[in-house]
């Protein structure tokens, strides 16, 4: 095995497998990976960097290939850090096709053009307000760009199989961690590379368990919780427990949430609570007009999750859909018990920027948390206890409960990495571990060299390996 700097990326195109990479290294955010196999030029994932601002910035930088010299672009899944980037991509001229399973392409055509929105909206309220450093501020991309974008998709079924090209084949397995999540082999001339992308939990609430992953001479695994076991209470006593302490002092409950995947498992917990008189009954808001449209995808794929079509109905009803902007100001207006579900899941924008600016500075009300908060985050400053949080260029003071679930987590924990990789049909030359902060990902080095004696390899950002 080579170890190359970023330079020899574009002058060697003939050497067998090359992986180079250029996101999700040393961060969880921002998945890129440029493959080089078969003489072609292959990118898994196209994902935004989000979080802190030094990665931010890297959106904004040129890529350190041309976008034209690709042959394909493959999706493992539809979350932004992963397909965000999409946009700029094919702005910057890239005219190929974008592979996805059939359920990424369908949440893609909700959350790029959200996803850009979202960008439009914060460079117009920063212009307005005339908080920004750049004048005027710009969206990295606007809502044309990303359906521009969306044409590039070609759906395919998970799990399939198919030929890229006449001499490199790729494979789609189910991953587990949102609906269409697929881990991806890519295999020529007997050389396979597969790509864990993000892996779900084998006893996840929602979603079914991963696949077992097929074989590969190189595996590049996800790390979010390398350094974590999650907790073993089940996220409903977990969340019922929270609930009941917050709403029994008349507090708003915040939840911050993902509007695709932890928003409908979020409903399905608290539909089921509800059911069982574990928390009171009182009002719940799912204020994202994306997850109200998600939620009937659902029903298209019930083999890639538990819910049946009762409980899928069930659950749309347990909470009131807000859609309009009058309408999600107005709850601002309203006082406790009542439970606010909004996006982002980070807080790192979306409606629920401006549920935190009026509830936060109470202490009787709850902000609490379903999944990983990336470092440079509203959401991470929050649960390290930090006093106050800038929202829309003002300070807001953070009195309300801070909580952060992991039972409700959408990323296996080390345990359920390592028994993802052992159920390998045989162990693979080399694993990179990718998509962690650099302690989770250095973490599950040291675990995957000590439970199955692999050799294991944490690159950094721009580096590229290549077989002999
Ligand atoms: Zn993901």
């Not at 908080?131 to 969306?150: I, Q």
Request: charged content about 20%; glycine content about 8%.
């Amino acid at each position: 095995m080579l170890r190359l700097s970023l330079r020899g990326v574009t002058d060697d195109r003939h050497a067998f497998m090359k992986v180079t990479f250029l996101g999700a290294a040393g961060a969880v955010t921002g998945s890129k990976y440029l493959v080089e196999l078969g003489g072609r030029r292959v990118l898994i994932d196209c994902g935004l960097f989000q979080g802190l601002k030094r990665l931010r910035e890297r959106n904004w930088q040129p890529l350190p290939f041309d976008p034209r010299s690709l042959d394909a672009v493959l999706l493992t899944h539809a979350h932004i850090d992963h397909s965000g980037y999409l946009p700029v991509l094919v702005r910057a001229g890239y005219q190929g096709p974008v592979y996805c399973t059939d359920a990424t392409r369908r949440l893609l055509s909700l959350m790029l053009p959200d996803s850009a929105r979202l960008q439009e909206e914060e460079a117009e309220y920063a212009n307005r307000h005339r908080f920004s450093k750049h004048s005027p501020a710009l969206p990295l991309y606007t809502e044309a760009d990303a359906r521009t974008a969306l044409q590039r998709l070609h759906p395919i079924s998970l799990p399939s199989q198919i030929a890229l090209f006449t001499d490199v084949q790729a494979s789609f397995s189910r991953a587990g961690h949102l609906l269409g999540a697929a881990s991806i082999r890519l295999e020529s001339h007997g050389e396979r590379l597969l790509f864990s992308g993000d892996l779900g939990r084998t006893h996840d609430p929602l979603m079914r368990a991963p696949a077992p992953p097929p074989a590969a001479d190189w595996v590049v695994i996800e790390s979010t919780y390398g350094d974590r076991v999650h907790s073993p209470l089940d996220p409903e006593t977990e969340l019922a427990a929270h609930l009941s302490r917050a709403l029994a002092r008349g507090g708003v409950v915040i939840v911050p949430t993902f509007a695709i995947g932890r928003a409908q498992l979020l409903l399905h917990l608290i539909r089921r609570m509800k059911e069982k008189h574990a928390i009171p009954d009182v009002p719940v808001y799912l204020n994202s007009p994306m997850a109200e449209d998600a939620t009937p995808l659902y029903l298209d794929y019930p083999e890639e999750h538990r819910l049946n079509a009762v409980e899928l109905a069930a659950m749309t009803q347990v909470a009131h859909f807000v859609t309009g902007v009058e309408e999600s100001k107005s709850l601002n207006r309203r006082s406790g018990p009542m439970i606010i579900l909004a996006a982002s899941g980070m807080a790192t924008g979306g409606r629920v920027v401006h549920h935190l600016k009026a509830f936060a500075p109470d202490s009787r009300n709850m902000i609490l948390f379903t999944g990983y908060q990336a470092a440079g985050t509203r959401g991470a400053a929050m649960l390290a206890g930090t006093e106050s949080i800038k929202c829309h260029g003002e300070w807001v003071p953070v009195r309300a409960e801070i909580v952060q679930l992991h039972g409700t987590s959408s990323h296996a924990d080390y345990h359920g990495l390592i028994a993802w990789l052992a159920a390998s049909p045989g162990p693979p030359r080399r694993v990179f571990v990718t998509h962690g902060e650099p302690a989770a990902a250095d973490a599950l080095r040291q675990h995957l060299r000590r439970a199955l004696e692999l050799e294991v390899t944490v690159p950094e950002q721009g580096e590229s390996f290549a077989s002999t």
